[in-house]
């Protein structure tokens, strides 16, 4: 039941810290060293890899891109991510070597299915990340990895979001762990990063009234538009998923440095944007690139909604909103700035009265192609 929500997805939204947590429930042995014991693939198989791909559909799709800057950051292993329609229907270079990731809240959608038979007559070994036990994906993999993020009943994706990316990472950690590409030390602190974000995240949902008040006053926009960086550009891509399904406007994400190569021509006057902030603690000249594309697009006359990290004084001249969120890494960070763009579509949703729950024309788990 909705346990005095308004609606489940606000529910959902809400068990995002717990979700996360129970992804992460016994990952590690005595030793603090990670096991994955539902992973019934040869370690031999998992050290010869030689490229991920990671096959899913909407926003497990996205999960997928967000897990891809992590697990090449940390295995060096090529990932490669896929919309499972597309892979499906194309002639893909897969073979034994291949480890197929494929992620799926519902377990079912027919799309993802297909992929994972058509990678698994190719050789290659798939790993299911899946909400919902007992499922027919989980059936058809090599090995899974359940989310453990509970029911989501609300036709959007929220909290099995989050929960995907954390199931990624702990993949991804466990393949670095076992190709020797971490010491133990430094995976041991990647975890303990990871388990703090639950209390990290209810942080984010404790400040939502801000980001709902904002969505209220923008129930009459038309057009909607996220930009993001690295891990910020899936999240941009989600954010505007989120908006066009609950609120059915317009919305688009970009990555904030194709800007100039075309998208930059749409922003006029009063148009929102949304910027997802990387960490300015980050490496890289991340972080400064974001803080000039949201000179850039004001100078034009958007209006910018800015995700920024605690402390971050740079964003402040150039924005008209702040939702602000607290400090963590940059492969971290989505876990944090998706909630406020979950709650924005939500809340402007719910001002134009519509129902959050059950969106037009959409089935919370597509079981045809
Ligand atoms: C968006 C949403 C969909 C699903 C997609 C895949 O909010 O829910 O985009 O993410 O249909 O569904 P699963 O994860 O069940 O395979």
Redesign the pocket.
Known sequence: EKGGFESFMDKEIHDQPQAVGDTLLGRTDVDGRLILDDLKIDEAVLRSVDKIVVI?????AYAGHVAKYAIEHWCRIPVEVELAHEFRYRDPVVNEKTLVVAI???G??MD?LMAVRHAREQGAKVISIVNTNGSTIPRESDAVLYTHAGPEIA???TK?FLSQITAAYVLGLYLAQLRGNKFPDEIALLMDELRDMPRKIQTVIERGEYVRSTARSMKDASSVLFLGRHVGFPVAMEGA??LK?LAYIHAEGFAAGELKHGPIALIDEGQPVFVVVPSPRGRDSLHSKVVSNIQEIRARGARTLVIAEDGDDSVKAFADEIFWIPQVPTLMQPLLATVPLQIFAMALATAKGLDVDQPRNLAK??TVE
């Open positions: 899913a559909c909407g926003t497990a799926t809240q519902s079912e959608t993802t036709v959007a994706s099995a998923l989120k399904e788990s597509v």
